[in-house]
Nanobody, 116 residues
Framework: QVQLVESGGGLVQPGGSLRLSCAANGFTFSRYVMNWYRQAPGKERELVAT????????NYADSVKGRFTISRDNAKNTVYLQMNSLKPEDTAVYYC?????????WGQGTQVTVSS
């Protein structure tokens, strides 16, 4: 059974940093591309960052390029999202995600609030 468990969210001031973690189990982690999405109130869920199965390739939404870094540790079955220079518009629930041919798997989400 696939499980994705996010952690690391919280309240941070503008300009601050947070690191999100997503612990995965129930599948062969190193075989899968991993994604971070976010959903702000009243908005659609959007793709924030993607990392290839061995971490050699990453992609980011334009809105977070240069501020966020996705990484993974296949030995720990964990994917990370380092978020720097946070802005109020980064406030959202952040979700870890992976996809197989048949299924789309999500964690429960972790709230990130950027406010002074």
């Amino acid at each position: 059974q696939v499980q994705l468990v996010e952690s690391g969210g919280g309240l941070v001031q503008p300009g601050g940093s947070l690191r999100l973690s997503c612990a995965a189990n129930g599948f062969t982690f190193s075989r899968y591309v991993m994604n971070w999405y976010r959903q702000a109130p009243g908005k659609e869920r959007e793709l924030v960052a993607t990392i290839s199965n061995f971490g050699s390739s990453t992609n980011y939404a334009d809105s977070v390029k240069g501020r966020f870094t996705i990484s993974r540790d296949n030995a720990k079955n964990t994917v990370y999202l380092q978020m720097n220079s946070l802005k109020p518009e980064d406030t959202a629930v952040y979700y870890c995600n992976t996809k197989s041919i048949l299924n789309n798997y999500w964690g429960q989400g972790t709230q990130v609030t950027v406010s002074s």
